[in-house]
């Protein structure tokens, strides 16, 4: 199902579907380091849409934009239809309320390069919190629930284990199932394997590719090369807070257009 | 382990190579340690000599050990070290929330009350307190209140609000510390996950900041424990005055004192041990093993010595 839907973003010809996520002049600074410089781009439902690019290019900050941890200081995003922290009503923008923007969240899974497991809780209880806290799910249908999505990324066994007792794979695979339980409707994922032992990476894109396979919307910061020609519907490169090139993976990897894309190319592959 | 003795091509003097001959050597000789350790035993020789040639009863301090004035004084200091410890930690949070808060006038107050609780004595605080009563004569909370202010402002009182409010200024300080150690991931994780600020904060910044926050706050309370002997300046009725009554009224001052020393030793002993397994508890999750208590040694070396270390 990966290859049918991969030329609607390309060609346009989805238009029907409302796109997950929609970018238009997408401005973002940090006080005088102006990092997105105008960003436009579309990702269709059930996409694996991914961004590559140099260290300080502005797709992490673009990533993190799209569940508000930045707010962007020009342009529009909007997440399956409804703008990315305001609420539009008769022309004018409000800014939401912090509930309003926690609500959004939770059909918006993230999973970090970093884990950023909660250390002080089980990995079944890492699981368990949003679903319980956030939704008000029961204890006992947010355990079942977590053990079954720990039995997925493969890791059933080790539900009692704190983070500290993981390896980085396997921290990285309880966070993705952490982001799953909420049962969001779209996946960001930033550099989710960078900061893993390459004998790790394996375990993690495996379960990254089964999510795509299952028709996951997912957005993708990588170095991963290899997963973005595989599984990648869409790729963009992105340079100096521009998108310089997009495309189909296998087109923009092998065909790069651009001097900046072959060059950067050149010392990643 | 039988199974290859009959092997004919090895010689039986080779069998055990497992256990490599260890090395001999003479060790280097620390003539400095022997030194220091004659002079330290030399000068504590000194001084139980001098303390037993002092004309010290001390038979007089099991005697009053659980005298009922001491024992009243001994309730009164414990007491005004829970209560204190109480406003403290819960003016201290409130503080540190302000502190933190976008909010510029709760900030540079919570700022300003810890510039001045932690800038002057505690000493010169409680006698404040005390004497607050010659500018004021009256306490008039309009609807609710109104009474002759040293009918209102008891010692106990005094010496509440003269160590609680110090203190809160201290606890603020090591609150912020701790919500501050709490990597910026967790608030980013819990957010993404959909969870409100509150929420966030209760859920996974708090109970991390604990492990950084509750250290201190023990350290905190023994040293209250024995801050609160200052609380003599607003006359109330701790362990220290009554030792020091007691001590005048039967001629026994210096026993008294060691008495009330022994007491204040034996507090914050039990503290400390309580410390132990309130960090311990918070601990967890932070280091793969938690290493096992006192009693786990214990009962591990009863079980099997000759397996010791093997417990875990």
């Not at chain 1, 990254?208 to 919307?217: E, F, I, Q, R």
Request: glycine letters at 8%; hydrophobic letters at 45%.
């Amino acid at each position: 199902m990966s290859t049918s839907k991969s030329k609607a973003t390309n060609t346009g010809s989805g238009k029907a579907a409302v796109p997950m996520v929609k970018a238009e002049g997408v401005h973002k600074s940090f006080g005088a380091a102006h990092i997105l410089k105008g960003i436009d781009l579309e990702v269709a439902p059930r996409e694996v849409f991914c961004l590559i690019g140099p260290s300080g290019s502005g797709k992490s900050t673009f990533l993190r934009c799209i569940n508000h941890l930045e707010k962007i200081n020009s342009g529009r995003l909007s997440v399956d239809g409804e703008l990315v922290g305001y609420r539009e009503h008769h022309g004018k923008l409000y800014e939401l309320r912090d509930r309003e923007v926690a609500a959004r969240r939770r059909d918006i899974g993230m999973v970090f390069q970093r884990f950023n497991l909660f250390p002080h809780m089980t990995a079944l209880e890492n699981i368990m919190e949003a679903p319980v806290q956030v939704k008000g799910e029961s204890k006992a249908s947010a355990r079942e629930r977590a053990a079954k999505l720990l039995d997925r990324v493969g890791l059933a066994d080790k539900a009692g284990n704190y983070p500290s007792q993981l390896s980085g794979g396997q921290q990285q695979r309880v966070a993705i199932a952490r982001a799953l339980a909420m049962e969001p409707k779209l996946m960001l994922f930033d550099e989710p394997t960078s900061a893993l032992d390459p004998e790790l990476v394996g375990d993690v894109l495996d379960v990254m590719k089964d999510l795509a396979a299952d028709g996951m919307t997912m957005v993708v910061v990588t170095h991963e090369m290899g997963f973005a020609r595989e599984v990648g519907d869409s790729l963009v490169f992105m340079d100096d807070g521009v998108v310089v090139e997009s495309g189909h993976p296998r087109d923009v990897l092998t065909k790069p257009q651009h001097e900046r894309t072959k060059s950067f190319l050149s010392k990643v592959l | 382990m039988s199974v290859d003795v009959d092997k004919p091509a090895e010689p039986p003097a080779a069998a055990p190579p497992a256990q490599p001959e260890p090395i001999k050597a003479i060790p280097v000789r620390h003539y400095g340690r022997w030194v220091a350790a004659l002079v330290v035993i030399g000068l504590l020789v000194l001084l139980v000599r001098a303390f037993a040639s002092g004309k010290v009863n001390w038979g007089a301090i099991p005697e009053y050990m659980f005298n009922a004035d001491i024992l009243k004084g001994l309730r009164n200091t414990l007491w005004i070290t829970v209560l204190s410890m109480v406003i403290g930690i819960v003016l201290g949070v409130v503080l540190a929330v302000m502190r933190q808060s976008k909010n510029p006038v709760t900030k540079s107050v919570a700022w300003f009350y810890v510039w001045f609780f932690r800038g002057t004595p505690v000493y010169v605080q409680l006698f404040l307190w005390f004497n607050l009563g010659l500018v004021f004569q009256y306490i008039d909370i309009m609807p609710i209140y109104k009474d002759e202010w040293s009918d209102f402002m008891t010692p106990f009182l005094c010496a509440l609000l003269g160590l609680g409010l110090n203190e809160a200024a201290y606890m603020a300080e090591i609150c912020r510390a701790g919500l501050n150690a709490v990597d910026e991931g967790q608030t980013e994780a819990a957010h993404a996950l959909g969870m409100s600020h509150g929420r966030t904060l209760r859920r996974i910044v708090v109970p991390q900041a604990m492990r950084v926050i509750v250290p201190p706050t023990g350290n905190e309370v023994i040293n209250m424990l024995k801050t609160s002997s200052l609380v003599i300046a607003v006359q109330y009725y701790d362990l220290l005055q009554a030792a020091q009554n007691v001590g005048r009224d039967s001629g026994v001052v210096v026993e008294m004192l060691i008495l009330a020393a022994a007491w204040y030793l034996i507090a914050t002993t039990v503290l400390s041990i309580g410390q132990y397994y309130l960090e311990r508890y918070y601990a967890r999750g932070a280091s793969r093993q938690l290493p096992p208590t006192p009693f786990q040694r214990l009962k591990a070396k009863l079980a099997g010595p000759n397996r010791a270390g093997g417990a875990a």
